[in-house]
C-alpha cells in the first residue's frame, strides 16, 4: 500500500460509481474524518443483485472491504466467505441509504454495526498485504476477536477469496451468532433495509 495515497486508492471505487446520481460518498475527506481517525470498522447489510454483509476496516486512510454473503458469525467453527471489493473512502462508514436503480450495488444499504477495532498483529496493513490478520472488534453488536485470511490468491484467473473467522475467547457465542438481515436493524438509525427502502434516498447525517 506504501506509496499510493488514500485517493489513488480510491480510483476503483470512484470509477463504478455517478455521484451525480448516488448519494454514496466521493471520498473527498468530509467533515469528521480529521479527527478521530485510525481503526474504525463498519458492518453493513446491502440488499443489491443478493443480499449480502459489506465488512470494512480502516487501514492507512481507507476502509479495505470485503462482501460476506453469510454475515459474520460469533461461532468461531462458521468460516464465512469474504469476498473482497475495492477500498471505500472512510465517509462509507456512516452511509446508509438507497443506492438508486440503475446504478452499481442498486438498492438499500444499512450501517448493522460500526466501532472501532484493536490490530493483534503488529504492522497491520503489512499484515493484510500478506493475508493474514487478527483484531478485536469493538462495536454495538460485535466483540471480540476476529481474523480474516486468504485462501485463494486471485492469480490465474481464479477470484480472490478470504475467510472471516471468529476467534475463540470469552466472546465466542454459539450457532445464533448471525442475524437475520430482513430484521437486523442499523445501529445508527434503527431503521431495517425496508424502513431505508421505503423511506428512500439517504438518510439525514447521523454524525
Ligand atoms: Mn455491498
Known amino acids: 500500500m506504501s506509496g499510493k495515497d488514500a485517493g489513488e486508492r480510491l480510483s476503483t471505487y470512484r470509477g463504478k460509481r455517478h455521484f451525480d446520481s448516488t448519494a454514496e460518498p466521493e471520498g473527498d475527506g468530509g467533515p469528521g474524518e480529521d479527527g478521530d481517525a485510525g481503526h474504525r470498522f463498519v458492518v453493513q447489510i446491502h440488499d443489491a443483485t443478493t443480499l449480502h454483509f459489506d465488512f470494512r476496516l480502516e487501514v492507512e486512510g481507507v476502509l479495505k472491504s470485503w462482501s460476506v454473503p453469510k454475515g459474520p458469525s460469533t461461532d ?6 469474504a469476498m473482497p471489493t475495492e477500498d471505500h473512502p472512510l465517509e462509507y462508514r456512516t452511509f446508509e441509504g438507497v443506492i438508486p436503480r440503475g446504478e452499481y450495488g442498486a438498492g438499500p444499504v444499512i450501517v448493522w454495526d460500526t466501532g472501532t477495532y484493536e490490530p493483534l498483529k503488529a504492522d497491520f496493513a503489512r499484515a493484510l498485504e500478506k493475508g493474514h490478520v487478527s483484531f478485536r472488534l469493538r462495536g454495538a453488536k460485535l466483540r471480540g476477536a476476529w481474523a480474516l485470511t486468504r485462501f485463494r490468491s486471485g492469480e490465474e484467473g481464479e477470484r480472490e477469496a478470504w475467510l472471516l473467522v471468529k476467534e475463540n475467547d470469552g466472546r465466542a457465542g454459539s ?24 423511506a428512500g434516498g439517504p438518510a439525514p447525517d447521523f454524525i
Open 175 to 198: 450457532a445464533h451468532g448471525t442475524p437475520d438481515p430482513a430484521r437486523a436493524r442499523s445501529a445508527l438509525s434503527g431503521r431495517t433495509l425496508r424502513g431505508v427502502a421505503e
Open 76 to 81: 468461531p467453527h462458521d468460516k464465512r466467505l
